[in-house]
């Protein structure tokens, strides 16, 4: 990263004939946006942390209520930073894949100006309490259908992309993307839409089927996508096995939709349909495994590269999340783990750490490895970034750890019928308050992260009026 | 075949999806067709005593407590299911008796599912007639005043709106009412 | 024990089975065609030129 040289802006010199110069203007519209609401939904998720702590905390006020906050921060953590930034370094890396310009520079935008309305739609109608009641599928029917038509209007840009390629062979970043737009279509629809026309346990299982597929066909592909860009890039690596990460991509493919129902084991659906989930789940080790092998094993003797390069420690650290996480999900779907740590605070442990510590980081690590190549200047301050990572990383390790541990006493409490169970929610309390200071920390990281990319392009000169149109 | 989608778009998008068309049909589409228990409402008679039990659909008021219980986000914190776990059995019990585990014909008529992911407080699939209205007023002010401890936000707006705290609590008291699983009389009115 | 004899489970072990056989045939005839082939990892160093290289792709 540090070798990278200075390329006068683009549309000054057009060096090459056949070398396509990237506007990046959807990208830049995405990351900053994206940038913005992972901070104003940090603030959010800092409040729930304390509500636990100290429950009266504005709890007279509608609005701020628990049941109306958590929703906000789900969904403003989701569609409004990651998945945002996700589709902004896709319009940054898949042109430069495919050694062509973004298909319409014009649609990204629009795309982008779409996904903002349904972000400030969101926030307005879940403060109301216009909730659906489905997790993750919250949002009211209108913005629903905002966010298929801006997911269509996003997958015309990467397909009309990837279909005038110079290079036939896709890397398998393009996969991973084409892979998630594809499959995100379908588990949307199922999430959002089907539910609507079934009750009781069917929907539950259309809605689960959602919930763990909005994870594993959403954020994985396009995670795993950004991973396997970045990961070369930053360290100037080559992959160690393009083969290797097909056989990841595949069993992706196949395994990760099935294990929907392991959402309810123990609950009211059949055993059959539950005994499924967990063989797959079992058997999601196998894409998970490669991936990851894949890394270190592009890692090896290179790990130095870490200290200094603060996207490739971004990057890496969430690797080792990531192989974390993937091996507490199939154990979690056993019967004898699940029956203790089933509905514990150890699941949002568990959950933070995929799509904090290993998608966030992910693509924290392709916006600072992308803002000052797109904006043609260097990054306001490694230091800053450095620190950054840090804070994340230790808030991140001290909210994981904390919850597993706590869950897992929580679900060894709740299994010993003879314990009230508001003794069981007071044992918790020392685990919250830690939960909450280590979200504290977090916070620090995202917000030196937010300063750190706005002064970036506030000091990368001639257009600095597009910095901060978000 | 594999190799094809290396570099041929067309392909990769044809096998990407067929890759996940068989198991995305096979656990959404197949499961209810299967499986008729997820559809049929919960009824039980005994040929000594009749009818002992059967789920009927929520009248207009328990529909408006349950939009309010949709809307305050209370499946955040709590679940709707008696697991199949001895202990999930006693606490969802009264005074000694187990309660039954939670089958899919009780949930027929629920849209949206309200069984829940995490359970901050406790499992409500079984607490229908447990506690009075009185009892639920003081709750939803301040539930420290009736369990110290609680972590609960207090419900300020609920309390005193009598139409939305009466809807919420003739909601309350219908769950898990269908299995007519506790001794005679023992229901709070 | 009787817990693992429904005929349902017996379906899941059939349909592990069934998939893992896939999964060796479509293996084992990636090697007939071609597909571990000398160039197919080009495409990983190729990814890292894009942005160095002046002009002229691979």
């Known amino acids: 990263m540090a070798a990278e040289k200075e390329i006068p802006s683009g549309a000054s010199s057009a060096t090459a004939s056949h070398r396509p110069v990237h506007s990046d203007t959807a990208a830049k519209w995405f990351l900053m946006s994206s940038v913005v609401y992972f901070f104003v939904v940090g603030v959010i998720a800092l409040i729930i942390a304390a509500k636990f702590v100290w429950p009266e905390l504005l709890g007279t006020i509608p609005m701020f209520s628990y049941g109306r906050l958590r929703p906000l921060h789900v969904n403003g953590m989701l569609f409004g930073w990651l998945l945002a930034a996700d589709m902004g370094l896709v319009f940054y890396f898949v042109p430069r894949l495919c050694g062509v310009k973004l298909y319409s520079e014009k649609l990204g935008v629009a795309t982008a100006v779409l996904w903002n309305a349904i972000v400030l739609g969101a926030v307005v109608s879940l403060l109301m309490g216009w909730n659906q009641g489905f997790e993750y599928a919250e949002l009211p029917l209108v913005l629903d259908v905002a966010v298929v038509v801006a997911w269509i209007l996003f997958g015309v840009n990467v397909f009309g992309t990837v279909f005038t390629r110079r290079y036939p062979q896709m890397y398998v970043s393009l996969w991973y993307t084409m892979g998630c737009i594809l499959w995100t279509a379908f588990v949307y629809l199922t999430g959002n839409f089907a539910t609507l026309f079934t009750t009781g346990v069917n929907q539950a299982n259309l809605n689960w089927m959602y919930v763990h597929n909005a994870v594993g066909l959403i954020f994985t592909p396009v995670g795993l996508a950004l991973a396997y860009y970045f990961i070369p890039k930053a360290g100037n690596i080559p992959l160690y096995s393009h083969k290797l990460s097909m056989i990841g991509f595949w069993s992706l493919a196949f395994f990760y939709v099935w294990t929907g129902a392991h959402h309810m084991i123990h609950g009211p659906i059949s055993q059959w349909l539950q005994t499924i989930s967990i063989a797959f789940s079992l058997m999601l080790l196998l894409p998970v495994w490669t991936v990851v092998y894949n890394f270190f094993a592009t890692m090896k003797g290179h790990w130095p590269l870490t200290r200094d390069n603060v996207p490739l420690k971004f990057l890496m650290s969430g690797v080792v999340f990531y192989l974390l996480t993937c091996f507490q999900g199939p154990m979690h779907s056993l019967r004898s783990v699940n029956a203790i740590v089933s509905k514990t605070d150890w699941i949002p442990g568990h959950a933070h750490m995929a799509v904090l510590g290993a998608f966030s980081f992910f693509a924290i690590a392709g916006v600072y490895y992308s803002i000052p190549r797109i904006f043609h200047t260097k990054l306001y301050s490694d230091a800053l970034a450095n620190w950054s990572y840090w804070l994340a990383m230790i808030g991140g390790i001290g909210f994981f750890v904390t919850l597993w541990l706590g869950g897992f006493w929580q679900g060894w409490q709740w299994n010993n019928p003879a314990i009230p169970f508001i003794d069981t929610v007071v044992a918790l309390k020392p685990i919250w308050a830690v939960r909450f200071f280590s979200g504290v920390l977090i916070f620090g990281g995202i917000a030196t992260f937010l300063y750190n990319i706005l002064a970036t392009v506030i000091h990368a000169g001639p257009r600095p009026q597009e910095a901060v149109h978000a | 075949m594999l190799n094809k989608a290396d570099s041929n778009a067309v392909w990769f998008i044809v096998l990407a999806l067929v890759f996940f068309a068989i198991g995305g049909l096979l656990t959404t589409v197949a499961p209810p067709l299967i499986d008729k228990s997820w559809a049929a409402p919960f009824s039980n008679s005994d040929p000594s005593k009749g009818l002992t039990g059967q789920l009927r659909p929520l009248t207009e008021l328990e529909q408006r407590g349950r939009a309010i219980y949709v809307r305050e986000g209370c499946w955040y914190c709590h679940t709707q299911q008696t697991r199949t776990l001895l202990a999930d059995t006693k606490r969802s019990g009264w005074r000694g008796v187990d309660s039954p585990v939670s089958t899919p014909d009780e949930f027929v008529y629920d849209s949206p599912h309200l069984f829940g992911t995490k359970r901050t407080g406790p499992d409500l699939s079984r607490v229908g007639g447990k506690y009075d209205t009185q009892w639920h007023r003081t709750h939803f002010r301040n539930p420290r005043d009736l369990v110290p401890g609680s972590i609960m936000p207090p419900y300020p707006w609920i309390a005193n709106n009598e139409s939305e705290f009466q809807a919420i609590v003739a909601y309350l008291q219908t769950l898990g009412r269908a299995k007519n699983w506790r001794p005679e009389n023992d229901y709070e009115k | ?58």
């Not at chain 3, 059939?14 to 495409?43: C, I, K, M, N, P």
């Open chain 3, 1 to 58: 024990m009787a817990d693992y004899t429904y005929p349902s489970i017996y379906f899941a072990y059939f349909l592990f089975f069934l998939f893992l056989a896939g999964a060796l045939y479509f293996f084992l005839r990636s090697f007939r065609d071609g597909y571990w082939g000398a160039t197919s990892e080009d495409v990983k160093y190729q990814m890292l030129k894009d942005e160095e290289a002046e002009g002229h792709g691979s």
